[in-house]
DNA sequence: TTGTGTGCCCGCCAGG
DNA sequence: ATCCTGGCGGGCACAC
């Protein structure tokens, strides 16, 4: 599934991948030649931030290259790892960063590479890109017939490579279950906080995005690109009513109420809304409302009902039909999938 | 489940 | 001329 409703994980997923039951879970990263220096920081960073309770780390990233030597970074330092390819042998998540496309770039990957990429998908593993990254994980085939995103800037060269893959340049991120891609640079963080959310839940997610200081709120349905055309006198944008309706998510929030709180005609207010944020009000306002209510859902004991009017949504089966169309689980099946992280 | 009303989204366009 | 605003209305999604 492509991210249009962001989150596209069935039940079965989040149970069965919970890793918070078992040993840790452990990520390699595969650094190519010319890797983009700023992607490969971003897996340890993130994922080293994920944390429960008492500050135990939920995964372990590890860094590999094809022949275990050092490898060229595409802002020319080089960077020594401390595995080779058999590292991705026991890993849960391989992640290949973005690397950086010279003109004559062909489009295949290394054989062995290749080897390694389609075993982790043989044996379950979860895979994803980053950026360019992409380019790698369609090169063993990966992503035939798959939805699968990339920097927006390689989209048509991407096409006229891999035309099978269903390639859709203008989200973050896409969630395919074991297959991640992400655009460029910046959506790889958002992708690692989505995967986290994925595993661990909203709570421990924001948790780490709080600690890398990056916005936790960016879901794959987002654009690319947000169109900013110059930047405009501050008294008018829609920021500061987005941050007042956080505060008052429980509230009935007509787009008129919203209109009225930025100062602005209905109209020029849904319009500059769109044009800062990639999305209408009202679905920017369900996320916000999702996101609260499953926080709720994990932090407290308060009833499904009680969680709706404070999310925002008049009832119970609003939001039932709400998260079920973002993340495909009941309230309470939520509830149980994560309460045993809160526990750990 | 289907039905009905309400609010939203956004192209269109006139006016500043 | 060019850009921005905001009212209108058809089509549509969602709430009840």
């Not at 008492?54 to 290259?65: D, K, L, P, Q, S």
């Not at 080897?115 to 994803?128: F, K, P, T």
């Not at 595993?199 to 995005?209: P, T």
Request: one cysteine or more; glycine letters at 8%.
């Amino acid at each position: 599934l492509v991210i249009d409703q962001p989150v596209t994980i069935g039940p079965t997923a989040i149970m069965r991948k919970n890793p918070a039951m078992s040993r840790r879970h452990r990520i390699a990263m595969i650094a190519l030649d010319k890797v983009v220096a700023f992607d490969l920081g971003v897996p340890p960073q993130v994922f080293g931030a994920a944390r429960d309770g008492t500050g135990r780390r939920f995964y372990e990233v590890i860094t590999c290259t094809p022949d275990g030597g050092p490898v060229r970074t595409s802002a020319g330092f080089q960077v020594v790892p401390d595995h080779g390819l058999e590292a991705t042998v026991t890993a849960d998540t391989v992640i290949v960063p973005g690397i950086h496309l010279d003109a004559d770039f062909d489009g295949t990957a290394a054989p062995e590479v290749v080897a390694a990429l389609v075993a982790a998908r043989d044996r379950g593993a979860r895979v994803m890109s980053i950026c360019t990254g992409a380019f790698v994980l369609a090169a063993a085939g990966l992503l035939d017939d798959h939805p699968a995103t990339t920097h927006w800037w390689h989209a048509e060269r991407f096409r006229h490579l891999h035309p099978k893959v269903k390639l859709d340049p203008d989200v973050l991120f896409v969630d395919d279950g074991e297959l991640l891609t992400s655009a460029g640079v910046g959506a790889g963080v958002d992708l690692c906080l989505h995967v986290i959310r994925r595993d661990h839940g909203s709570e421990v997610a924001n948790r780490a995005a709080r600690r890398c200081v990056v916005p936790p709120w960016r879901d794959g349905g987002q654009a690319q690109y947000i169109e900013r055309p110059l930047p405009r006198v501050a008294d008018t944008t829609t920021a500061p009513t987005r941050a007042w309706a956080v505060q008052h998510i429980g509230d009935r929030l007509t787009l008129e109420v919203l209109a009225a709180h930025s100062s602005m005609s209905v109209r020029t207010f849904t319009r500059r809304f769109r044009e800062e944020t990639g999305v209408s009000p009202t679905r920017w306002l369900h996320r916000q409302r999702i996101d609260h209510a499953r926080q709720l859902l994990e932090t407290t004991d308060l009833t499904v009902d009680q969680i709706a009017r404070r999310a925002g949504f008049g009832t119970a089966t609003s939001l039932r039909q709400h998260l079920h169309t973002a993340i495909g689980v009941a309230p309470t099946a939520y509830r149980r999938t994560f309460a045993r992280s809160r526990a750990g």
